[in-house]
């Protein structure tokens, strides 16, 4: 008995879908797509663009990024976007309570060239599940230039059993290679049940603000004094989507004062209705979930997010990442 690890899913027709019958074919290609499912679903969990200006390139950025992973400790891979032909250090890190000043253990470290496209491709260990942010170190004797960072989980193996998420893999023992083999009823409710858990769990980023931790005067996400700073609005696009919908905001923020400071970043979400949460800054990750139903219909369904920050009244808030994932 094996688990078959699929080279890619294999789209049936839709004429395989009109009464087809109760036998081992079609559903023993439906559940080695469960096995595919597992695999090739890679949604981006972290796509972000650094918001800070670097008129003369740098030499070292640090970001550290608030994440919601998979309940399945997968393996993740990483894509930076980096000035092409230079010679650049990657290191990464993950903490399990997203605070800043706390541990981090590293998930992988590469030295080597950005080659001619200036994108590099790094696989990274393991990420456990409940981790709270991800800590992306970079350096190079040049100066060079951080342009986007994704990061997205990169299964390389199926599981045995039931995973944490709900996922159970498609194992050959019974449909294999056995005509008029016995069907059962699980068999066919796996079919739906595992996608879907496959689906729920590894949420895809919706939308993103990033920005290089140790700069404090050029910092693109501060405020300070006694006004409201307003960082932008956004849309988040949501095909398919429909009814109330729940967001998950994560996010990481610092104040001046070296002591945690209440409700100094707000998130508000619009649709058909909307919705806003107050996050502190408290150099570690703040979570919270809104709940709204998106505007449009189909593939045109969409929410605008608008983030703003204060001081506090005092000092200043420097935001260091923020991510917003749509349930899925």
Known sequence: M????????????????VLPPLAVEPLRTIMRNINAVWIFHQPPHIQAMPADEYHAGVTSAEYVI????????????????????????????????????????SIGSYTGSTGTTGIVQDSLSAIPSGSRAIKVELSSASAFFPMAIVVYPRPTSIPAGVQPSGFVAYDDGILEGAAGAPLHQELLDRCRRSPLAVWHDRLQCGLSLVCEYNERANHAAQAFGTGIW???????????????????????AQHSSAAPVSDVITVRLSGVD??????????????????VTPAGTGIEAYVDAEITITSGGIGTTYLHGLCIWPEA
Do not use: H, K, M
């Open 66 to 105: 608030p994440i919601s992973p998979s309940a399945d400790g997968l393996p993740y891979f990483a894509e930076l976007a980096l000035t092409p032909l230079l010679t650049v250090t990657r290191n990464y890190y993950y903490s399990a309570t997203g605070a800043i000043g706390g541990s981090w253990t």
């Open 2 to 17: 094996t688990r078959p690890s699929p080279s890619q899913a294999e789209i049936l027709p839709l004429s395989a879908f």
């Open 230 to 252: 307003r960082l932008g609005s956004a849309r988040i696009r949501l095909p398919g989507y429909g009814g109330a919908t729940s967001f998950t905001v994560r996010a990481i």
């Open 274 to 291: 909307a919705a806003s949460i107050q996050l502190d800054a408290t150099a570690q990750t703040e979570n919270g979930t809104l709940t």
